[in-house]
Every structure is written in structure tokens, then in C-alpha cells.
């Protein structure tokens, strides 16, 4: 059972590169979600994906742009990196409502220098 | 406006001894739903308990249970029996209604520490 899986687990960057993060699901899930983590701020969302097709800005999209390329991959590009966007980043999907809980991802550590 | 408030940043309790950890929600929906997931120092979320908007009783998952006070707006999670490997960051979240989108947001969380 592989869920949801991100790549690249590790990345740095320097100010200005662009990148893409790559996310995909084999539940067959409707919904997909972008998050950052950064400490003492709780996961924070990006953007997400209701269904395959769509996609709405979360709390903090800003600087980020997704794509939802299917309704197994979600990606989040980075066009012009900033030291701001340094964080952790999450991929997670859902069911709702025939399930609720969120699946992640293990996690993306960006550093942008 | 923040919709997901957990007050404390950081708590202690005695192994073997309960804990409630703390969260308050803002939604104008009135279906949601309201998570707590757990973040080991490995950094995955582990999902530990969820409570339907519409569920008139607590939910309960082993050690776990969530103390919904509907009117109150709130969503503590309690554990029982805390262990050393409950050591962790505890964040409540909410998956909103239609008004919200169906997405889910989160806390800033609680770390937990157990002493022995």
C-alpha cells in the first residue's frame, strides 16, 4: 500500500530557482491538499483540490501554484523560491464525505537559501 | 480570523496520569468535521480521533477521546493513561462544511511531554 507519496523528501534551493513538488495517491481519492509546516505554526494550507478538475486557494498561496494533473497527482510549483518558503510541505488526500481523515504524505523539507 | 485556536503551546503530564489538550473552532457551517492527529519528532501525522458535527456522543478511540461541546465550540482531546511514547506534537483540525469548501484546516498545535 504506497498512499500518498511526495517527492522529493529533501531539496535546496537558491533564491529565484524555480521547482516543481511532486504528489501522487492510489486511493482514489477526490480530494487532494497542499500544506506547509513551519514551527509553531501548525500546518498551514496551501492550496487543494475538492475534486479532480478544480483547485482553490488556501490560507497562504501566495508565491505557490498547483496543478491537478489527474485525479491521482497533485502538484505544487514553486516559481521563483524565496527564503520565506522554507518550510516542510505536506501532500494529503481525502474521501469526504465517505472518508474523512486526511492521508499524508511523509513530508518534503525545503530549504531555500 | 483564525477558525482553529489550541492555546497551549506546550503541556506536561506524569506518565500513567490523563491529559486534555486543548481546541476551539470557529465555523458558521453546520456540518464539519473535527480531527486530532498526532506528529512524532519522525515528523509523520499519525490521525488518532475524529468527531462528526452531527454525532451526539464523544468520540472514543482507545485511549483516546474527544470532549465535543457543540455550543462551546470546542474539541479537547483527552488521553488516558499517558505513555512515554505519547511524547508528541497534538494539533486539532477541521474539515469545513460547504461554506468552507470541505477543506481542512489546522492549529498551531500542542506539544506534549510525558515525564516518567
Known amino acids: 500500500n504506497a498512499g500518498v507519496t511526495q517527492t522529493p523528501k529533501f531539496q535546496v534551493l537558491k533564491t529565484g530557482q524555480s521547482m516543481t513538488l511532486q504528489c501522487a495517491q492510489d486511493m482514489n481519492h477526490n480530494s487532494m491538499y497542499w500544506y506547509r509546516q513551519d514551527p509553531g505554526m501548525g500546518l498551514r494550507l496551501i492550496y487543494y483540490?475538492?475534486?479532480?478538475?478544480?483547485?482553490d486557494k488556501g490560507e497562504v498561496p501566495n508565491g505557490y501554484n498547483v496543478s491537478r494533473l489527474n485525479k491521482r497527482e497533485f502538484s505544487l510549483r514553486l516559481e521563483s523560491a524565496a527564503p520565506s518558503q522554507t518550510s516542510v510541505y505536506f501532500c494529503?488526500?481525502?474521501?469526504?464525505?465517505?472518508?474523512?481523515?486526511?492521508?499524508f504524505g511523509s513530508g518534503t523539507q525545503l530549504s531555500v537559501l | 480570523a483564525q477558525k482553529i485556536t489550541q492555546t497551549q503551546p506546550g503541556m506536561f503530564v506524569q506518565e500513567k496520569e490523563a491529559v486534555t489538550l486543548d481546541c476551539t473552532y470557529d465555523t458558521s457551517d453546520q456540518s464539519y468535521g473535527l480531527f486530532w492527529y498526532k506528529q512524532p519528532s519522525s515528523g509523520e501525522m499519525i490521525f488518532l480521533i475524529y468527531q462528526g458535527s452531527y454525532d451526539e456522543q464523544n468520540a472514543t478511540e482507545g485511549r483516546y477521546s474527544l470532549n465535543f461541546q457543540k455550543a462551546r465550540k470546542s474539541a479537547n482531546l483527552v488521553i488516558s493513561a499517558s505513555q512515554l511514547g505519547d511524547s508528541a506534537m497534538y494539533f486539532c483540525?477541521?474539515?469545513?462544511?460547504?461554506?468552507?469548501?470541505?477543506?481542512?484546516?489546522f492549529g498551531a498545535g500542542t506539544r506534549l511531554f510525558v515525564k516518567a
Open positions: 483540490s475538492a475534486s479532480e478538475g478544480t483547485t
Open positions: 494529503a488526500s481525502s474521501d469526504v464525505p465517505q472518508e474523512e481523515k486526511l492521508f
Open positions: 483540525a477541521m474539515r469545513e462544511g460547504p461554506g468552507g469548501g470541505f477543506k481542512t484546516i
